[in-house]
């Protein structure tokens, strides 16, 4: 009697701490996408700032960073905002990417995705 009941008690600290790690892989995941868009997104404003007048360019320089790290992005995830009086030298530029990252363990519980958005700016260095 007493074994099954150690049997049952090891069973249930298992599920527990599976539920836990799995937990912990899905955060990892949404993590490590969220510093690879940050660093996608700082190359987008990087661009912007050195080229003003071409936020399709700076969008394509996310894709393409997103890309090189295995995240698919489209251009409506990618917001460019450049600043629009005539002397934005100094100004701001601010790139926004927003996606979404599929889980793998945790829809068991409903969660089917980790909603992730970051943004970087840059100043803009010509005129």
Known sequence: MRKAQTLLELALALSFV??????LADYGRALSARIA????????AFFAAA?????????ERVL??????????????ITVQLPTNSNRLGQPVVVTVQTSVPTLF?????????????QA??????R
């Open 51 to 59: 080229n003003p007048d071409n936020p399709e360019g700076a969008r």
């Open 121 to 126: 700016t840059a100043p803009v260095m010509k």
């Open 18 to 23: 599976l539920l836990i790690l799995a937990g």
């Open 106 to 118: 945790a829809r068991f519980i409903g969660i089917s995705a980790i909603s992730v958005t970051v």
């Open 37 to 44: 868009l940050l660093h996608a997104a700082r190359e987008g």
């Open 64 to 77: 393409q960073e997103a890309m090189a790290a295995g995240i698919a992005l489209s251009p409506s995830n």
